[in-house]
């Protein structure tokens, strides 16, 4: 008996829902008016700051002609303009800074911000990774707990963070000091260990949810085959998470490039980042050479997102 | 027997290797650092801006001083401006970009994500180019001779809120859109059938099945926006303080730790409210 082959309609959902008359038609042009004011909103001032930075002129209001001469002035050295290079002691206040101006110039600003950026992808991608592997696998006691501590640095406002990571380093020192004789300062060590404290999280949450997906049959083949953890690790798990790795550590990288808080807390003498610089810049001077700093990092931010979409398009 | 005892003696080892460094570094690095403020928020400023280890309350009752308490006031008012006007910008683009055609959508939706990859001091000097006394707002509107003297924008409530929004709206905006791309539009359909009418039919059944997006949305954009530092630093002045520009001040100016940290825990309790709600009631699969 053959039965009757009707084409089952797909629900509508995936069309417009039908006009209804003229409203439907109005409520539909404010939804486009609405998208277009929220885009011009999000876009226009990053796009002004682009043109401002070719304006040959200081002043915004006036269009002197194309210049490159602000990004000139950049690798000139920056220092030349009155910039803030080195962050002061533990107990530094916006006007210490101002006062704090040295030579330093936008090179060794991304420099630093290099070093840190690296250095702390680099441990909280181990360290990230290793946390989303035992949740994954093992159950454990106080389980839920250690999940909600995971999720904290994520949620937390950074200027607390900054400031607890400021309080814990001083009174480490003071400590180290008294105990041991050593003397310690503030600087690359204590950026990057803060760093690594709120991108751990980020890392571990990226993978994990890459882990949840993941087919342990794989694994147990793997392992039924003759290989070892390590062998299975390296050669079936690592491969599978990898998309899940390395958007974690995009975001990372991305997180501790862009820092500017908690970086401000715990930096030191001569370890001053690109934000920093910049924070510095727009506090202390009204150069277009800001404009120029900016421009280049938003087309760096550009080549990120690339970067993370075609990750993205990979897993 | 043994084999097994043995394995699992393996496994053990494997977990404490996986979990100890990270765990460590959080513990070491976050946790304690936290507790140490926690601590040193009861404890007394000494007249020398040292900390005295003597036990006492009156850091936190100290909040209740208008000063403080009305910089609490405001920032609350603020972040909850900041709130409300996100999602009633941003519910319908959500609404606008799910109902879009491929490629066109995931096009849309990239816009509104790319300002996440950028840096946010470079996106606040972005609006504080618009409002500064010869900043491009006040040189448009001098030039078409709307106004003759600079209007004062920066360093108002009114450029903070502008600036928390524009540096949040995109918090807002993705939840809602993972929201509302779920929800079945047959629905709406089907109450329209019913006979509810357009507006109706949004308020009883698109609202109700679309509210675990809501939810997260406000709290990603409240979150943020009641701990903000950069935003009042650079867009506000003395006059419209946040929590973290006080918690900053107290640390790095007026040297009084213990109440800095009274300040910072407060900030934190908001924030752990807020946070609840949202994995009470959010939107589950988005952190």
New interface residues.
């Given amino acids: 008996m053959a039965l009757e082959a009707t084409t089952v309609e797909r629900?509508?959902?995936t069309q417009?829902?039908?006009a209804?008359g003229t409203?439907?038609a109005a409520?539909r042009w404010?939804?486009?008016l609405?998208?277009l004011l929220?885009?011009t909103?999000?876009?226009a001032?990053?796009l002004?700051?682009v043109i401002?930075s070719f304006n040959a002129s200081r002043?915004?209001?006036v269009w002197r002609g194309f210049t490159l001469d602000w990004y000139r002035s950049l690798l000139a050295g920056a220092g030349t303009l009155g910039l803030y290079g080195d962050t002061g002691t533990v107990?530094?206040?916006?006007a210490e800074l101002a006062r704090n101006f040295q030579a330093s110039g936008i090179v060794l600003a991304l420099r630093n911000s290099l070093i840190v950026s690296f250095s702390a992808t680099a441990i909280s991608t181990?360290?990230?990774t290793?946390?989303a592997?035992?949740l994954h696998?093992?159950r454990?006691r106080f389980k839920g707990t250690?999940q909600t501590?995971?999720?904290?640095?994520?949620?937390?406002?950074?200027?607390?963070?900054g400031?607890?990571?400021?309080?814990?380093f001083s009174?480490l020192f003071r400590l180290l000091e008294n105990l041991l004789g050593l003397r310690m300062a503030l600087g690359f060590a204590t950026i990057i260990?803060?760093h690594?404290?709120?991108n751990?999280?980020y890392v571990?949450?990226v993978v994990r949810a890459r882990l949840a997906g993941m087919d342990r049959t794989l694994e147990e083949a793997a392992q039924d085959l003759g290989a070892n953890?390590w062998q299975t690790f390296r050669r079936v798990t690592l491969p599978l998470i990898m998309p899940g790795v390395l958007g974690g550590a995009l975001l990372a990288f991305?997180l501790s490039l862009?820092d500017?808080?908690i970086t401000f807390f715990t930096a030191g003498v001569g370890s001053s980042t690109l934000?920093l610089f910049?924070?510095g810049m727009?506090?202390f001077t009204v150069t277009p050479a800001?404009?120029a700093v900016?421009t280049l990092?938003?087309l760096a931010?550009?080549v990120?997102?690339l970067l993370?979409?075609a990750i993205q398009r990979r897993g | 027997m043994h084999e097994s005892l043995s394995r699992r003696r393996g496994h053990r080892a494997q977990f404490w290797f996986l979990f100890t460094p990270g765990a460590f570094w959080l513990g070491f690095f976050f946790l304690l650092p936290l507790l140490i403020v926690l601590v040193y928020s009861f404890f007394t400023r000494g007249p020398y801006g040292n900390v005295i280890y003597r036990w006492t309350a009156d850091n936190y009752a100290r909040l209740l001083n208008p000063i403080y308490f009305q910089i609490f006031w405001q920032s609350l008012w603020m972040a909850v401006t900041t709130t409300v006007i996100s999602l009633l910008v941003g519910y319908p683009l959500a609404y606008y970009i799910a109902r879009q055609r491929q490629p066109w959508r995931n096009v849309l939706l990239l816009l509104v994500i790319i300002p996440f990859w950028t840096n946010f001091l470079v996106r606040t000097y972005a609006i504080m180019v618009l409002f500064r006394t010869e900043g491009v707002v006040n040189a448009v509107l001098q030039g078409l001779g709307v106004i003759q003297e600079p209007l004062q924008i920066m360093y108002t409530p009114f450029a903070v809120t502008f600036g928390l929004v524009y540096g949040y709206l995109p918090f807002m905006v993705l939840p809602l859109y993972a929201s509302i791309e779920k929800f079945d539009f047959s629905l709406i359909e089907a109450a329209q059938d019913l006979g509810a009418n357009g507006w109706r039919s949004f308020l009883r059944v698109m609202l109700p099945l679309t509210l675990p997006g809501i939810v997260a949305g406000c709290i990603l954009v409240f979150i943020p926006a009641i701990g903000a530092f950069v935003t009042p630093d650079l867009l506000g002045g003395a006059k419209t303080m946040m929590i973290g520009n006080l918690t900053q001040q107290q640390f790095l100016k007026a040297r009084n730790w213990p109440f800095g940290s009274a300040v910072s825990i407060s900030l934190m309790v908001i924030v752990s409210i807020a946070a609840w709600i949202y994995f009470r009631y959010g939107e589950e699969e988005m952190l």
């Fill in positions: 629900p509508l959902a417009p829902p039908p209804a409203r439907g409520a404010l939804l486009g609405n998208a929220v885009y909103f999000l876009y001032p990053i002004i700051l401002l002043n915004v209001s107990a530094q206040d916006t181990v360290f990230g290793m946390i592997l035992a696998r093992y454990f250690f501590l995971l999720a904290l640095p994520v949620v937390i406002p950074d200027i607390t963070m400031i607890s990571l400021l309080v814990f009174l260990i803060g690594v404290a709120f751990v999280s571990a949450i953890e991305t862009d500017f808080v934000p910049v924070y727009i506090r800001i404009n900016s990092m938003l931010s550009m990120l997102v993370s979409l």
